[in-house]
C-alpha cells in the first residue's frame, strides 16, 4: 500500500442512483435534473466535505459541485446535462482539517476557555496552506497566519478566522488533501427531451382512405395529418409497413384461413416484394413514404415505425439464410406459439443461431435504412422474445451515431424482464397501466414507478389500448371509461399513447370472454369516419393542449396521492420542478354512478400551507372554484364529466367568490355539476 493511501480516511458508500452496482446508466433527458446522494464519512468527529464529480463522455475535463450535508452521514449533489449521450459521475471526500478547526475554536471560546493555543494552530495550518498556494494567496494567508500568532483581541480574531473571507481562501487551498475517491465511475444516458415528454397515436395506414373498398395509402395518411395534429399528438405510430406473407395468411378475426382479397396481418412481414427493408405496394412507394414522414413533421409530428423482428413464411430471409430458423423434423420451419395462441403465419428468428453475427448486423442494418429516410422512433414489437445481449449491442451501436433515436419497447410480460429490457437501453416501456383498474391499484403501481429504484432508468408509457388488447375496462365502462382512462394515461405518465381512431369513436366490442376487439383492425382494412366528432375525442384534444402548457405534467416523477373517504375517487397532484405550475386531478374510477367525497389535498408536497385559501380552476369544463385547506368535497358524474384536472392558482388576500367567473356554483364545496 502506498503511504499517501494510509492517511485516507473517508468512506464513500450507497452512492444512488447505482443500477446493479454500476453495470447499467440511470437515465435523464437534456435539462432534467440529476440528484445524486451518498454516505460520505470518516472515523472520529472531524468535519468532512464532499463533492460530485460529472462529466460527458467526450469531454475530459470533470465539473465538480459541492454536496450538501443532509445529516446522518447523508450528502446530496446534483447537475443538469446539457447535451445527449453517455455522461459520468462519481464522489470525492475528505477531512476538512480546517473546518474542523474553526468548529472547535468557536465553541471554545464561546465556552469561556482560553484558545491562546487554538490561534496558533490556526496560523500553523495557514503558513502549511500558503507553501501550496498562489503567490497573491501567500501574502495574505502568511499576514492571517501573523495576526493569529500575535493576536490583540481574541474576540475580533476568532470571528476573522470563522468569518467567509478566511473559510473561501482557505477552502481553495485545502480541498485536494488527502481526498478519497469513489471507486466507481458511474454512468448516466441523457436523451432529448422527447424520451420523456411525448404523446402517441397509433393508426393504420391501410384504413386511411376516403372511399369505402379502397385501400389506404401514405398520401391518404397525409391527409390525416392536420386532424392528428389538432388533437395535440406529437408521435405517430404505424404498424408494420412491409409486404405481408401470402402463406397461412390470417382472416377475419384471426381466422386459420383468409378468403380472396383479405389483406393478412402486418405483422407476418415479408413477400416476394421484399422484406423489413421494404414497403407493401398498396401503401405506396419509398418516396411517398418520404413525404409522408417530411409532411409529419411539417406538422410537428415524428413517424414512428414498428420493428418486429419475425418473419412470413414467405419472407426472403426463409430461403436465403435458413441458418436463422428453426426446422423441425418434417422439414417445416417452427411458427410462433403464445399457447394456446397460434400465429401460424409467423416464424420467429432463431437467436441461438452459430450464424449470429450475421443476424446481428441485418438487423441492424435494417434500422439504419429507416433512419436514412428520416425515422428516429421504434416500437420494438415484443422485444422480450429475443436475445437481451443483442438489445444492449444495437441500442448502444444506434446511439453512437444517432443518440435522438428512441425505442420504445413493447413487452408485456414479467417485470424483472421488463425492467432488464430498460436497462440494456430501451428509452419507454409499455406498462401494466392498461390492467390496473382500482384507484388502489393506481396508487401502489404509480408509487412503484416512482418512489423505487425504477425512477432511474424505467420510463412508462401508459397506453389505455392497442389493436391487440381491449381491456375490460374499457368493454364494460363505454364512453366514461374511455374518457377517465385517457385522462390518467396523460396526466400519471409524461409518456402515454392510444391506438385509433377506434378509442377515440368509443368501440368496445370485444372478442367475447377475451380482451380483443371484435372485427380487428389487425385482419382487414377499415373504413373510417375520419370527420367525426365525439365527446372522447374532444377531451383528448383538451388533455393535450393541456399538457403543452403545464410543465407539471410533462414530467412522470412529481407526484403525490391524495386520500378520499370514498374509495371509488382517486386524487392526486402533480408539480413542476420550480413549484410554479401545480396540478390535482380527481378520477371517479366507476363509470356508471355519480360518486363523491372529501378529498385530502396534499398541500405540504405542493408546498402551500395546510389552511390557506386557494382557486381550483378545472381545465377541462373551465369552471372555478375556491378551495380551503387539505379536505375539499368533490362530486363526479361520470355522463357528464368523470374527472377533474385542476390547475391550482393560489388565491390572492381577500380573494372571494367574485373573483370567479359566472360557472361557479354556489354551494362552497360543490365541484361538477
Known amino acids: 500500500m502506498e503511504q499517501l493511501e494510509g492517511t485516507k480516511r473517508i468512506v464513500i458508500e450507497n452512492v444512488k442512483p447505482q443500477i446493479n452496482c454500476g453495470r447499467f446508466p440511470a437515465k435523464r433527458v437534456v435539462g432534467e435534473e440529476m440528484v445524486v446522494t451518498a454516505d460520505v464519512f470518516a472515523d472520529g468527529h472531524d468535519e468532512v466535505k464532499a463533492r460530485l464529480l460529472y462529466r460527458h463522455s467526450r469531454r475530459k475535463k470533470w465539473e465538480s459541485v459541492p454536496m450538501e450535508f443532509l445529516g446522518n452521514d447523508r450528502w446530496q449533489a446534483a447537475f443538469t446535462p446539457d447535451a445527449m449521450g453517455r455522461y459520468e459521475y462519481t464522489i470525492e471526500g475528505w477531512v476538512d482539517h ?95 427531451q422527447k424520451a420523456l415528454f411525448s404523446a402517441w397515436y397509433e393508426f393504420f395506414p391501410r384504413s386511411a382512405a376516403q372511399e369505402a373498398g379502397r ?114 423434423p418434417d422439414g417445416t420451419v417452427q411458427y410462433a406459439e403464445n399457447p394456446p395462441k397460434k400465429y401460424q403465419d409467423v416464424l420467429p428468428v432463431n437467436f441461438e443461431t452459430e450464424d449470429w453475427p450475421n443476424l446481428w448486423r441485418e438487423l441492424k442494418r435494417v434500422l439504419l435504412h429507416w433512419i436514412d429516410q428520416g425515422v428516429f422512433i421504434f416500437r420494438v414489437d415484443n422485444p422480450h422474445t429475443k436475445a437481451f445481449s443483442f438489445w444492449e449491442w444495437v441500442i448502444a451501436d444506434i446511439h453512437k451515431q444517432y443518440p435522438q433515436v428512441i425505442f420504445l419497447s413493447e413487452a408485456f410480460t414479467r417485470p424483472r424482464v421488463m425492467e432488464r429490457l430498460a436497462k440494456i437501453g430501451f428509452t419507454q416501456s409499455y406498462t401494466y397501466f392498461t390492467w390496473r383498474n382500482s384507484a388502489e391499484e393506481i396508487k401502489q403501481y ?99 393542449k393541456i399538457r403543452k402548457v403545464n410543465p407539471a405534467l410533462q414530467t412522470t416523477w412529481n407526484i403525490a396521492f391524495g386520500d378520499c373517504d370514498n374509495q371509488a375517487i382517486l386524487s392526486y397532484a402533480k408539480w413542476s420542478s420550480d413549484y410554479k405550475n401545480k396540478m390535482f ?60 384536472v385542476f390547475r391550482i392558482e393560489e388565491a390572492s388576500p381577500g380573494m372571494g367568490h367574485d373573483n370567479l367567473d359566472d360557472t361557479w356554483l354556489p354551494s362552497e364545496h360543490h365541484s361538477n355539476e
Open 215 to 328: 385501400h389506404g395509402t401514405f398520401k391518404d395518411g397525409i391527409r390525416l395529418l392536420p386532424r392528428i395534429a389538432e388533437m395535440g399528438f406529437d408521435t405517430i405510430y404505424l404498424p408494420p409497413i412491409h409486404p405481408i406473407g401470402r402463406a397461412f395468411r390470417k382472416g377475419k378475426n384471426n381466422a386459420v384461413t383468409s378468403e380472396p382479397g383479405e389483406p393478412g396481418s402486418p405483422w407476418a412481414i415479408g413477400a416476394a416484394e421484399g422484406g423489413h427493408d421494404a414497403i407493401l405496394p398498396e401503401l405506396g412507394t419509398l418516396d411517398e413514404f418520404r413525404e409522408f414522414v417530411h409532411e409529419a413533421r411539417e406538422h410537428g409530428i415524428e413517424v414512428a415505425l414498428d420493428f418486429a423482428i419475425q418473419c412470413s413464411p414467405d419472407h426472403p430471409y426463409v430461403k436465403e439464410h435458413p441458418q436463422w430458423f428453426k426446422w423441425r
Open 98 to 192: 480546517f473546518y474542523t478547526w474553526q468548529k472547535g475554536l468557536k465553541k471554545k471560546f464561546e465556552a469561556n476557555q482560553d484558545v491562546t493555543v487554538e490561534l496558533q494552530i490556526g496560523a500553523q495550518q495557514m503558513e502549511a496552506a500558503a507553501e501550496k498556494s498562489k503567490p497573491g494567496q501567500q501574502k495574505r494567508l502568511r499576514k492571517w497566519a501573523e495576526q493569529l500568532r500575535n493576536s490583540q483581541s481574541h474576540a475580533g480574531d476568532v470571528a476573522f478566522a470563522t468569518g467567509p473571507e478566511v473559510s473561501e481562501l482557505m477552502h481553495a487551498c485545502c480541498e485536494n488533501e488527502n481526498v478519497t475517491t469513489y471507486d466507481k465511475v458511474l454512468p448516466l444516458d441523457v436523451e432529448r
Open 585 to 644: 386531478i380527481v378520477v371517479n374510477m366507476d363509470p356508471h354512478h355519480t360518486q363523491s367525497g372529501w378529498v385530502k389535498v396534499p398541500l405540504w408536497k405542493l408546498k402551500m400551507k395546510p389552511d390557506q385559501q386557494y382557486l381550483v380552476h378545472d381545465l377541462l369544463t373551465e369552471r372555478k372554484y375556491t378551495w380551503t385547506g387539505e379536505h375539499n368535497y368533490v362530486e363526479l358524474r361520470p355522463h357528464e364529466m368523470p374527472v377533474h
Open 446 to 544: 404509480m408509487t412503484e414507478l416512482t418512489q423505487s429504484e425504477l425512477r432511474e432508468y424505467f420510463r412508462p408509457n401508459f397506453w389505455p389500448n392497442t389493436p391487440d388488447i381491449l381491456p375490460y375496462a374499457l368493454q364494460e365502462g363505454g364512453e366514461p371509461a374511455h374518457i377517465t382512462r385517457v385522462v390518467m394515461a396523460a396526466t400519471l405518465s409524461s409518456n402515454y399513447g392510444l391506438y385509433g381512431p377506434v378509442y377515440e369513436f368509443g368501440i368496445n366490442q370485444p372478442v367475447p370472454g377475451k380482451e380483443e376487439y371484435y372485427d380487428s383492425e389487425k385482419y382487414e382494412v377499415k373504413h373510417w369516419d375520419w370527420g367525426k366528432l365525439t365527446k372522447i375525442r374532444e377531451v383528448i384534444t383538451l388533455i393535450n
